[in-house]
């Protein structure tokens, strides 16, 4: 086994395993050459799948090693050890800020060093035409003197460069910082997407908790995407309207309407404090610049914690730059005050127990995402229920307390989730079924086909699609599945294909593992509905080019005719599929419709 602590990596010695994530697995190791300690993130094994990953890695390594900024962790070395690519990076003795806010509210002057330092950082990768891609706490490393640093910088789009399994499958990113844009899978990321994230730890800083928490990462990411913004004044009534105004902006679900660059949004943020110019407390107590400064004489620095295994690195030998806007005399002073006082009073609570979650914090790469159905648009004359008229419900309240009463049941949970459903409530709907999906195991075919039925039975397509799909992969490779199950699958994941979020949930790349064609007739669809003509055009391509006689492939083409205005090249396909035998049902009641539509 490679990596084994003891053994050596090249140059370098394994100390001892820091941590494992969903993409990379870091251990602290010994240069003897150069007499230091660095850190190594060793990928995750899955990347080998795709051939040409190596000269990929390569690739993206130069990119972001070229990286030099004070607050960036930078990466000294890449290589290949037993067919697994690793960088060698700057090993900071530490902890990460995810660590220091678990041990109480931060001093004024710390949060000072997140704005500057996280800000800067960012700037200057921008400028180089490099984003991050998942800002988080935990990718940002306080050094044992306080200075910060951003960690993993070119991680995800390191692994973002290869086709493997795991790149493909996982939404790069942690869904209580990930933008909306990230969430939904699109590829054509730009400096927003860093600045929400930004913004969503800033949100965290002032208001006391992450805009958006739930039980299920699912829920987390679907509210990214959809769910209106907590009001920060709403949540947290020491918020002042000026910074509320910054947040709102810099969290738009719209990138156009955020900030342009992060150093527009960083300057618009400390503006807004000066322009509240009140404590944020709300008190009548108003804090002078000289108490502040006792009060930031007094304050103790961070401790010293075990080496943070997100990443690494020692404290630069550069002059430490003390932040130009720590200086501005008075009101600056004096709006630092308010922000030792907000802090200071964090902890104490401001958010009633009943009604603050826990914060889950997992990476996207580590949580099976792709294995729980994406919601459907409410059922026709099914509106959604508030929760309260839901709950009421005498099929909830019974297939509550079953599961109540047998909390690692499977079908315990699954009868909840049809309970769910058929009361208009999709969302617990389908976190109760990726729940019992999960309880299952991954080997329950005959339970997966069986909740698949269930939910095929309602037409809500992703869920059974999520299902079939399961019971699908429970074959070996070269065996293949019966045709009646085959046939459920391509039913309900082509009709779920023209929902939005259809991807964050029937991952593209499991469906290519079962069926490849079917895998871009999927896409195809999907891109027909939620994209761009263009790529759907181009999955129809190669889906003909692979297998042309798919029936869902001339269904595909005939939609796609339609879509275009070329309704005299869809109907002769449509008649075909509506008239030949052996056609499955489905196809024929589909173009049978269309066909009606075009009268």
């Known amino acids: 086994m ?31 050459a150069l007499d230091r300690y660095v850190a ?13 990953f190596t000269a990929r890695f390569q690739r993206e390594a130069r990119v972001v090693a070229k990286l030099e900024h004070p607050h960036i962790v930078p ?5 290949n050890h037993e067919h697994r690519p690793y960088l060698v990076m700057k090993f900071i003795e530490g902890e990460t800020l ?7 509210p931060l001093t004024s002057q710390e949060i000072a060093k997140v704005v500057d330092s996280v800000g800067a950082a960012l700037a200057y990768a921008h400028k180089q035409g490099i984003l991050h891609r998942d800002i988080k706490p935990s990718n940002v490393l306080i050094s044992a003197d306080g200075e910060m640093y951003l960690a993993d910088f070119g991680l995800a789009r390191i692994a973002q460069a290869g086709e493997s399994t795991l790149s493909s499958d996982s939404i790069m990113g942690t869904p209580q910082y990930i933008s909306p844009e990230q969430a939904m899978g699109k590829k054509d990321l730009d400096e927003g997407t860093d600045i929400y994230s930004f913004a969503v730890m800033l949100y965290e800083l002032v208001v006391g908790q992450v805009p ?10 679907h509210d990214h995407i959809y769910k209106p913004l907590p009001l920060p004044m709403t949540v947290n009534p020491k918020v002042p309207e000026p910074v509320q105004r910054v947040l709102l902006k810099a969290l738009a679900k719209d990138r156009g309407d955020r900030y342009a660059t992060v150093t527009a949004m960083l300057q618009a943020f400390k503006d807004s404090w000066r322009e509240a110019g009140v404590p944020m407390e709300g008190t009548a107590v108003i804090v002078s610049p000289s108490t502040f400064m006792r009060a930031a004489q007094d304050t103790q620095k961070p401790e010293r914690s075990e080496p943070a295994h997100e990443a690494a690195a020692s404290k630069r030998s550069e002059p430490k730059k003390r932040s130009s806007w720590m200086f501005i005399a008075g009101g600056v002073v004096l709006l630092f005050g308010c922000l030792f006082i907000v802090f200071a009073f964090r902890q104490g609570g401001f958010f009633p127990p009943k009604t603050q979650a826990p914060p889950v914090h997992v990476e996207v790469t ?8 994406a919601p459907p648009p409410t059922k026709p004359g099914l509106p959604e229920l508030p929760a309260t008229a839901a709950d009421s419900s005498p099929e909830i309240v019974t297939a509550k307390d079953l599961v109540q009463k047998n909390p690692n049941d499977p079908d315990a949970h699954l009868q909840l989730a049809l309970a769910y459903w058929d009361a208009g409530q999709p969302r617990p709907a389908f976190d109760e079924l990726a729940q019992a999906a999960d309880l299952a195991g991954v080997d329950a075919r005959d339970f997966f086909i069986k909740a698949g039925d269930k939910f095929k039975a309602r037409e809500a397509w992703a869920a059974a699609g999520g299902m079939y799909l399961r019971a699908m992969q429970t074959y070996p490779s070269g065996e293949e599945a019966p045709e009646e ?20 949930f029937l991952f593209f790349d499991r469906i290519d593992r079962v069926d490849q064609p079917f895998g871009y007739v999927a896409r195809g669809r999907h891109a027909l509905y939620n994209g761009t003509l263009e790529d759907a055009k181009l999955n129809l391509d190669r889906v003909k080019h692979d297998k042309p006689g798919m029936f869902e492939v001339i269904l595909l083409e005939a939609e796609i005719n339609m879509k275009e205005g070329h309704p005299e090249l869809a109907r002769p396909l449509l008649i075909s599929l509506s008239s030949s ?5 489905w196809i024929r009641v589909m173009a049978e419709s269309f066909l009606k539509s075009m009268q």
């Open 485 to 504: 199950l085959r046939g459920n699958f391509h039913e309900t994941v082509y009709k779920a294909a023209d929902q939005p979020d259809m991807p964050l």
């Open 75 to 79: 990466i000294y070395d890449y290589a």
């Open 581 to 585: 035998p052996g056609i499955p049902d």
């Open 40 to 52: 190594l993130k060793v990928l995750h094994p899955a990347f080998n799948e795709d051939q040409t």
């Open 2 to 32: 490679s990596f084994n602590v003891g053994e050596s990596v090249g140059p370098y010695r394994i100390i001892e395993q820091l941590g494992q994530g969903g993409m990379a697995t870091v251990f602290k190791a010994y240069h003897a």
């Open 98 to 104: 995810k660590s220091r806010l678990g041990r109480g």
């Open 212 to 221: 958006f928490t739930a039980d299920t990462p699912f829920s987390i990411i």
């Open 366 to 373: 580590d949580v099976p995402l792709f294995e729980t159905p």
